[in-house]
């Protein structure tokens, strides 16, 4: 059952959120979520929503595959694109920057994992649709989120994008592998030194992601803001969804220390809660959540340099299809 807020723990919660709003917060993804009176059509025929294109599974959708995926010794050769992260201790979330679903900060031990160095590109996310294991992304999400026509996101080294969850786990699944849990996204990206942004300390920069434009670029293009274990495009070009349900208080349950979210139906206890209290903003400025959504880490090509730091969590449905935002895999290494 979710942590009730104390009338101190309310008011003190409150005060952070006053003052975050006064720093002006980072803002979240720049589309909002459909009208729940709007039902989705199939992907065929999607209709496109008010600056966000939202698609159901179709009928004909891939089985959900198992988020396991085969381990690899970590002393092995590093299996192709991916980079090893290994096992180590590093800090989760921040005190004192971004919002309230950031906190508190917290030490998060993981076991090795290997890690795709860029973000999946348009070219290999094309296989999995050709041998009909994952669905093509929507075309209609571009001009959905005033983003112009969607060819400008298809070229072959260009992040795959406007896919759902679904599509990015099946994805995964079809290759071997599966998608990172937040936890180790986050340690990907802030290593041992739990740094702000993947390369540091350093403000962002254009020659070190992609933010700021108004498309993506090839993966890899932006190799100076490479992360502490050598990936590329933590920051910046795509939002990448991870395998975790978005959990408001995540960082406070019993299983932080290992980077374990809360249950849906803990999840659901705690939004009702933030609800309640008039905790709007506890999560950014998206809308509190009334189901259980999926976490995306990382920023994106028309975000905001603030917004780039490693520890920013936004939260969306698992079956959007947004051009915002693509994926990565991961694989477990043997210990």
């Known amino acids: 059952m979710a942590p009730r807020l104390s009338p101190r723990a309310l008011a003190l919660a409150l005060g ?25 059509e199939p992907s065929s025929s999607a209709r496109v929503e008010p600056s966000s294109a939202r698609v159901e599974p179709s ?13 690899v010794s970590s002393s092995a050769a590093a299996p192709p694109g991916m980079r090893l992260v290994p096992a180590g201790t590093t800090v989760m979330g921040q005190d004192d920057k971004g919002e309230l679903d950031e906190r508190p900060a917290h030490a998060v031990t993981l076991s090795a994992f290997w890690l795709d160095e860029t973000e999946v590109t348009n070219e290999a996310y094309g296989a999995c649709v050709a041998a009909r294991a994952c669905h093509p992304p929507d075309p209609k999400s571009a001009r959905a989120n005033k983003l112009g026509d969607d060819k400008q996101f298809r070229r072959p080294r260009q992040p795959v994008s406007s896919i759902s969850h679904d599509d990015a786990r099946a994805y995964c699944a079809h290759v071997g592998k599966r998608l990172p849990t937040e936890a180790e996204w986050e340690r990907a990206a802030r290593g041992d030194d739990g740094r702000t942004y993947p390369w540091g300390e350093e403000f962002p920069t254009r020659a070190r992601a992609v933010f700021g434009e108004a498309t993506t670029a090839d993966v890899g293009s932006r190799p100076s803001g490479a992360g502490p274990f050598g990936h590329l495009d933590l920051a910046g070009n795509v939002w990448e969804w991870v395998e975790d349900p978005y959990d408001p208080y995540a960082y406070r349950r019993a299983g932080a220390a290992r980077g374990e979210p809360g249950t849906c139906d803990e999840i659901l206890a705690t939004l009702a809660e933030l609800k309640r209290a008039k905790m709007q903003g506890f999560t950014g400025s998206n809308p509190l959540p009334d189901e259980c959504e999926r976490v995306l880490r990382g920023g994106a090509f028309n975000y905001h340099a603030k917004g780039l730091r490693a520890s920013n969590r936004v939260h969306h449905p698992g079956r959007f299809h947004l051009v915002m935002s693509g994926f990565r895999c991961a694989m477990d290494a043997a210990r």
Do not use: F, H, K, V
């Open 59 to 71: 009928p004909s959708a891939p089985a959900e595959p198992s988020s396991s995926a085969p381990a």
């Open 16 to 40: 952070g959120l006053a003052a975050c709003a006064a720093r002006e917060p980072p803002r979240r993804l720049d589309d909002a979520a459909p009208s729940s009176s709007a039902p989705a």
